[in-house]
T-cell receptor, first 116, second 113 residues
Framework: DSGVTQTPKHLITATGQRVTLRCSPRSGDLSVYWYQQSLDQGLQFLIQYYNGEERAKGNILERFSAQQFPDLHSELNLSSLELGDSALYFC???????????????FGEGSRLTVL | GENVEQHPSTLSVQEGDSAVIKCTYSDSASNYFPWYKQELGKGPQLIIDIRSNVGEKKDQRIAVTLNKTAKHFSLHITETQPEDSAVYFCAATLRGGADGLTFGKGTHLIIQP
């Protein structure tokens, strides 16, 4: 158990809809990262927050947004969903700001999104 | 663009044999190279990492080697066991880590009994 909690574990929705994925980082970790995992693209970095502030941005679509709340949990919002958004979405946390450069990223078990 | 290439995509070895997974990276400024293991239904978990100031690091049956000149690094697993079956991802900090960790596309390691 990594200590990172993600909900929901599975989500099925239709094209055009909006969903919210939730992540609680490990106790004490200030950084939260979101990754998208698809079969053909591997693990793609989406966005990082540190202590409530956006820290780094990767290949995140404009239809997607995220935020980190004062209690450090984070939410990833996916809107106007398309079939190609079907993927596993992972949240990870770390104690540092540096995107995993200084050490371990702790991953949750992921939220599997299926868009029909 | 900057990326991390990983080979092979699938590797099948007999139990007890060694397995080697290779990665190349494009950014010569990269200085941190972790390897993550993902078991079925789980998130990736760090198994070993190496920084650019060393050429090799070992942890029991697992070792990582780094060749900064050639910009490639490899994961070596010796005396493979059934529990080594998983997907392995290499990663590197490209563009100074501005994009977080950049992962390779993964290698599905299958240990044959």
């Amino acid at each position: 158990d990594s200590g990172v909690t993600q909900t929901p574990k599975h989500l099925i929705t239709a094209t055009g809809q909006r969903v919210t994925l939730r992540c609680s980082p490990r106790s004490g970790d200030l950084s939260v990262y979101w990754y998208q995992q698809s079969l053909d693209q591997g693990l793609q970095f989406l966005i990082q927050y540190y202590n409530g502030e956006e820290r780094a941005k990767g290949n995140i679509l404009e239809r997607f947004s995220a935020q980190q709340f004062p209690d450090l949990h984070s939410e990833l919002n996916l809107s106007s969903l398309e079939l190609g958004d079907s993927a596993l979405y992972f949240c990870a946390s770390s104690a540092t700001t540096s995107g995993g450069r200084d050490g371990e990223l702790f991953f949750g078990e992921g939220s599997r999104l299926t868009v029909l | 663009g900057e990326n991390v290439e990983q080979h092979p995509s699938t590797l099948s070895v007999q139990e007890g044999d060694s397995a080697v997974i290779k990665c190349t990276y494009s950014d010569s400024a990269s200085n941190y190279f972790p390897w993550y293991k993902q078991e079925l239904g789980k998130g990736p978990q760090l198994i070993i990492d190496i920084r650019s100031n060393v050429g090799e690091k070992k942890d029991q049956r697992i070792a990582v080697t780094l060749n900064k000149t050639a910009k490639h690094f490899s994961l070596h697993i010796t005396e493979t066991q059934p529990e080594d079956s998983a997907v392995y991802f290499c990663a590197a900090t490209l563009r100074g880590g501005a994009d977080g960790l950049t992962f390779g596309k993964g290698t599905h390691l299958i240990i044959q009994p």
